[in-house]
């Protein structure tokens, strides 16, 4: 089985030596996956939660080069306490927005309407805010599709198959592993 893996923001700093030891092949954010009949982008999604203005700076700082090169110079213990402790953050920091402004911790209509607008797509397929949906609208006189995957943590984790034949969502079954 071919393995494709789009980097994420709690994996983002995957790379060639995980592709490699994996099998899989990492792919850009976003991907055009094209059908005969229909063209899909396939994107993380967390660079259009734009209204995240915290998540947004967190983003820039995290992905730039400089970081990236003292971050991976640290020993791995220090990255992995690091890396616990800003996990922790992420947490609380999810659970005040919730309280105050739901919202801000979804895609931006508008940022949407652009990305896909700009790239030519109708259809975009994303995960980030995991918020396991189909959303459809028009946009400029066009049907536009937004599928968004549900997180591997919840459900036994989520998918959207792509066929010839359409889309669909599901998650695959919860299973746990012997002690």
Known sequence: VELA??????????????????GARLIADPTVLSLPN???????????CTDDTDYQAFRAQVRAPAWRDVFLGKPLRERQAIASALRRQSEQAKREKRQHAQYTMDVNAAATDD???DHGYATFIHGHTHRPARHQWLHAGQLRQRWVVRDWRSEGGGYVQ???SGVQAGCWPVTTLPD
């Open 5 to 22: 893996v789009m980097r994420g923001n709690r994996d983002f700093l995957l790379g060639d030596d995980f592709a490699r030891r994996s």
């Open 115 to 117: 990305f896909l607008r």
């Open 38 to 48: 229909w063209q899909f982008v396939l994107a993380h999604g967390d660079h259009l």
């Open 162 to 164: 792509v066929t010839p």
